[in-house]
């Protein structure tokens, strides 16, 4: 081992300073500010530094708002989880709409629908809805109110002035006394047979109808001839030569026979050639010929007021003539197809048609508009006919069934499933409505009904398929026309 290897390492001596320190470090850190505060100026000096001019931010303020934000949000959550909504979402759209939200946004669904409900009852508070509730029921109640019918004391001399005008009254019966009316007519319609059978023509009877006085029946036959006869010995009284075709229909003047003059123009006729023609009860020519339709005249009918006559046309149109002026007043358009029947309202206010586009339509006369659209055939309408009532109409058609359609709400009020083929014609009983008559090509003619639509009886006889149905306007009578060349009357026993 060496000696300087056992040498001791020399020992570091630290300087001790006595006395006070302070003065010195206060001079230290008086030349460091002198140093920054000239390192400041020189800064603001060369633009690098900019002090503003006492403008301050309270920042305390923007965090206390912030935070009442957060907590009220936070406070919302809370009352919008405790808020009990129903999951209909029928309900909940009416909720959003009785606080005067839209009651759906764009793309929103049930769910979120149910939740923008709940966060309006949150901020609004959850008796806003019964309340919004209660005064709709409030306001629904005095809007009753105000409809309900009321009463002020009257007078004695009132009292006895409406008593005798109820027992003078022949429209007022109590509901026993119509129960029995109906009874009994249901009894006699159920006791109907045949009571004439006669061959009219050597072609199909296309068509048949009553005079007014019930004494005369009208024929119209494939052989261009329309014939009159006898009511109720079935006896020819005039053949009426003019068609060259097949005849459609002919009909009486509702006032022929009863104010009419025998010169008068009492009957009018069609032909599958689209010529009309007029009839009075002297001669066995036409009077007058109608000309304007250019495609087959399937029906012509009377106004009540006998002034006008309406005819229905393939040619998709049906016109209305006024034969005091002796022309054309109205051409109406409507149904897609041709159309085959038409009758006019007991007031003569409406007409209705039905074409072989299988629907139905009501026509207010002194507008020229359809009124009332009757949807609901499958096939061809072949038949219309207005209730006395006035807002029942019975159409027939090709899809074997009847319906009947109520004006007043403007829908099907039954569908009577009538035949087994073709509904060719339909009539109501002239005088009350009480009873409705169909005919068909399974070859019956039906009687129903009304109200209830329950058969009462079948009319079965005719070789071939029913064309032509009526009732005379006495109701006493119901006349049938069929392709096996004969018509039928029935009688109650």
């Known amino acids: ?92 759209k009416a909720g959003l709409r009785a606080l005067g939200e839209p009651i759906t946004l764009f793309g929103e669904g049930p769910a979120d629908r149910r939740e923008r409900l709940r966060s309006v009852l949150s901020v609004v508070g959850p008796d806003a809805l019964k309340k919004s509730r209660r005064d709709e029921e409030r306001a629904k109640r ?14 004695a001399h009132l009292k006895d002035a409406l008593s005798h005008t109820s ?6 019966l109590n509901y026993q006394t119509f129960s029995l009316i109906m009874i009994k007519m249901h009894k006699s319609l159920r006791n109907l047979n045949n009571f004439c059978s006669q061959i009219g023509d050597d072609r199909p009877i296309s068509f048949c109808h009553f005079s007014p006085d019930s004494k005369m029946l009208a024929t119209a036959s494939w052989s261009g001839l329309c014939k009159l006869w006898s009511v109720p010995d079935c006896s020819l009284i005039r053949t009426l030569r003019g068609h060259n075709t097949n005849v459609g ?18 009957l009018a006729s069609c032909a599958t050639d689209g010529s009309v023609k007029l009839w009075n009860l002297e001669s066995d020519e036409p009077v007058a010929d109608i000309e304007g339709h250019s495609e087959r005249v399937s029906r012509v009918s009377w106004h009540p007021s006998g002034r006008f006559l309406g005819t229905t046309s393939y040619d998709n149109s049906w016109r209305l003539w006024d034969l005091e002026v002796q022309e054309e007043i109205l051409h109406q358009e409507g149904h897609s197809k041709g159309v085959h029947d038409i009758h006019f309202h007991p007031d003569g206010s409406l007409a209705a048609t039905g074409g072989l586009d299988a629907f139905g339509r009501v026509w207010d006369l002194r507008t020229g ?22 807002y029942h109409i019975a159409t027939g058609s090709g899809d074997n069934t009847c319906k009947v359609w109520e004006l007043r709400n403007r829908k099907c009020l039954y569908t009577v499933p009538a035949h087994q083929n073709l509904v060719s014609a339909v009539r109501f009983q002239p005088t009350d409505g009480h009873f409705l008559l169909t005919g068909a090509y399974d070859n019956t003619a039906k009687v129903w009904s009304h109200p209830g639509w329950t058969p009462l009886k079948t009319l079965a006889g005719h070789e071939g398929k029913v064309m032509g149905v009526d009732v005379s306007p006495d109701g006493k009578l119901i006349a049938t026309s069929s392709y096996d060349r004969t018509f039928k009357l029935w009688l109650t026993e």
């Not at 005095?142 to 007078?155: A, F, I, R």
């Not at 027992?167 to 007022?172: D, G, R, V, W």
Request: with cysteine.
């Open 369 to 390: 508009r359809c009124v009332v659209f009757l949807e609901g055939h499958l096939k061809e309408i072949y038949s219309v006919h207005f209730s006395p009532n006035g």
């Open 167 to 172: 027992t003078h009254s022949p429209f007022i």
């Open 1 to 92: 081992m060496s000696d300087s290897e056992d040498a001791a390492p020399a020992m570091k001596r630290t300087r001790v300073y006595y006395g006070s320190l302070e003065e010195k470090e206060r001079e230290r850190l008086g030349a460091d500010t002198l140093r920054g505060s000239d390192a400041v100026k020189a800064g603001i000096e060369a633009g690098n530094i900019n002090i503003s001019s006492g403008e301050t931010m309270d920042m305390e303020e923007r965090v206390s708002e912030r935070q009442q934000e957060a907590l009220a949000a936070f406070e919302r959550r809370r009352r919008a989880r405790q808020i009990m909504v129903s999951t209909d979402d029928a309900e909940v």
């Open 142 to 155: 005095s809007q009753d109110e105000c409809q309900q019918t009321w009463y002020h004391e009257g007078s």
């Open 249 to 266: 229909s002919i009909v009486f003047r509702p006032q022929a026979g009863v104010s009419l003059d025998q010169s008068d123009v009492s």
